[in-house]
């Protein structure tokens, strides 16, 4: 038996993009380790996608969760899945127009900002909300954050304060859910990754080169290390861990006095 006994668990990882995503990344640990893993994605495209990369039949959920009435048939999917139970779901789900590039915070547009809000934050709560009644007592509930909610992280835009309400939503959750059960809620705080997602941020590939200088190490978050965390946090060795979020980011956030960067941005020789 592994260090995290997963074998015969079974999980549901929601918002594989492609091979480069964290959902991925999760999705082949749990498997390797030998657990069943049901997916859901945003569409019938993307379900074409996946079914490519798996290497054997997964059922593969449907759900765009910015429709209500997706993801209303989506818990009817779950309630007419045959004897459904799960031991963890993984929540990897993010999307914000920068159609228009990157603009100050108060030029925000409403409908964006309500957009990425309902699509990256509130689905945490509605998707919580339809496992519930198919979370084992002690399973557990793992989303994908970032790790600098609480600076103003320009390079990300409006998604910042967003993520950050969904690290809040983390935590009320857990609160809400331990008045009949033992599920747990966590987050992963990522630093910047190489992903697929982030390419289409303006600008993110410099901010992402800069991250990488503020390591400790002088190399880059990997997205399997992310993906290694959560799964620990989806497993019951994390079970004294709830409510929280956790940052790793390869020690960016306490390098911000690195000597190499000081002396370049002051340009000192």
Known sequence: ????????????????????????????????????????????????????????????????????????????????????????????????????????????????????????????????RICKPYLTRNGSVVTIGISSTEVTAENYGYMAPIKASLEASVRYLAKSFSKDSAVRFNSVNAGPLKTSASAGIPGYLVNYLYAEKLTFRKKALQTDEVANLATFLLSERSSGINGQGIVIDAGMGLNYFDREIVETSMQVK
């Open 1 to 128: 038996m592994s260090f995290l006994d997963l074998t015969d668990k079974k999980f549901l990882v929601v918002g594989v993009a492609n091979r480069k995503s964290v959902a991925w990344s999760v999705a082949k640990l749990l498997q390797s380790e030998g657990a069943e893993v049901l997916f859901c994605v945003r569409s019938e495209k993307r379900k074409k996608e996946l079914k490519n990369l798996l290497s054997s039949e997964r059922h593969i959920f449907t759900c765009d969760f910015e429709k209500p009435d997706e993801i209303e048939n989506l818990a009817q999917e779950f309630a007419e899945f045959d004897d459904l139970k799960l031991d963890g779901v993984l929540h990897s789900i993010a999307f914000a127009n920068y159609a228009e590039g990157m603009k100050p915070f108060h030029e925000t547009k409403r409908e964006d900002f309500l957009q990425a809000t309902q699509i990256s934050s509130f689905s945490l709560i509605e998707l919580s």
